[in-house]
C-alpha cells in the first residue's frame, strides 16, 4: 500500500517563526490533505491539495504530484497553531493513508 | 452547515461488553468513513461506504468489528466483545465525493475498555 513519511517528527519554534512541514509519498495519488489536529483531537481540515500550491491566510501549501511530495507553509507562526499536522493521501474515492504527523510547539 | 457529528464522545466499557459508535454525515455527503486513532497505530482506516455500493470492510482488525450505514445517512459502528486493544479514539469522516474527494472528520467517539 501507499506509504507516507512526514517530517520533522517534532518542531519547536518561537512565536513569530516560519516553518515549512514536509510529506512525502511512495504512489501517485489524487488525493492529498492537510489537517491540524487540535488539542482536543479535532482533525481540522486546512488544505485539500492533490497538485497546485494554495495560500489561506498564514498558510500555504504546495504538492508535486510528478515528485511525490508536498510541503506546508507556517508564517508568523502563532501559539495558536500548536498541535499535529497530518498530511493523508489516496486515490479516487479510497481511504485516506495518515502520516505520523509533525507535532508542532510554539512558544510565547 | 453542520458538520459531522459523532456519538457518544466519550465511552467507558468493561471488557468483554458490546458497544455501538454513532455518525452522522454532513447532509448529502454520500461517501462515509470510519478510521481510529491509537497511540501505538496512529490514524488507520476501517471501512468504507458508498452510495448503494458494497462497503470496503479491509481495514476492520476483527469479526468482531462490524458497520452498516441506514438509508445512506447515519452509520453505527459495532465492536462485540471488547478488548482493551480496542481502546482508541473512533473517528467518521464523509465526503460529497462530487468535485473532488475531500473528506470531513467528526469529533471523535474516545473509547476506553477496563
Known amino acids: 500500500g501507499i506509504q507516507v513519511e512526514q517530517s520533522p517528527p517534532d518542531l519547536i519554534l518561537q512565536e513569530g517563526a516560519n516553518s515549512t512541514l514536509r510529506c512525502n509519498f511512495s504512489d501517485s495519488v489524487n488525493n492529498l490533505q492537510w489537517f491540524h489536529q487540535n488539542p482536543w483531537g479535532q482533525l481540522i481540515n486546512l488544505f485539500y491539495?492533490?497538485?497546485g500550491t494554495k495560500q489561506n491566510g498564514r498558510l500555504s501549501a504546495t504538492t508535486v504530484a510528478t515528485e511525490r511530495y508536498s510541503l506546508l507553509y507556517i508564517s508568523s507562526s502563532q501559539t495558536t497553531d500548536s498541535g499535529v499536522y497530518f498530511c493523508?493521501?489516496?486515490?479516487?474515492?479510497?481511504?485516506?493513508?495518515f502520516g505520523k504527523g509533525t507535532k508542532l510547539t510554539v512558544n510565547p | 452547515g453542520a458538520g459531522v457529528s459523532q456519538s457518544p464522545s466519550n465511552k467507558v466499557t468493561e471488557k468483554g461488553k458490546d458497544v455501538e459508535l454513532r455518525c452522522d454525515p454532513i447532509s448529502g455527503h454520500t461517501a462515509l468513513y470510519w478510521y481510529r486513532q491509537s497511540l501505538g497505530q496512529g490514524l488507520e482506516f476501517l471501512i468504507y461506504f458508498q452510495g448503494n455500493s458494497a462497503p470496503d470492510k479491509s481495514g476492520l482488525p476483527s469479526d468482531r468489528f462490524s458497520a452498516e450505514r441506514t438509508g445512506g445517512s447515519v452509520s453505527t459502528l459495532t465492536i462485540q466483545r471488547t478488548q482493551q486493544e480496542d481502546s482508541a479514539v473512533y473517528l467518521c469522516?464523509?465526503?460529497?465525493?462530487?468535485?473532488?474527494?475531500?473528506?470531513?472528520f467528526g469529533p471523535g467517539t474516545r473509547l476506553t475498555v477496563l
Open positions: 491539495i492533490p497538485s
Open positions: 493523508a493521501v489516496g486515490r479516487g474515492s479510497e481511504k485516506l493513508v
Open positions: 469522516a464523509s465526503s460529497p465525493q462530487r468535485e473532488g474527494n475531500e473528506q470531513f
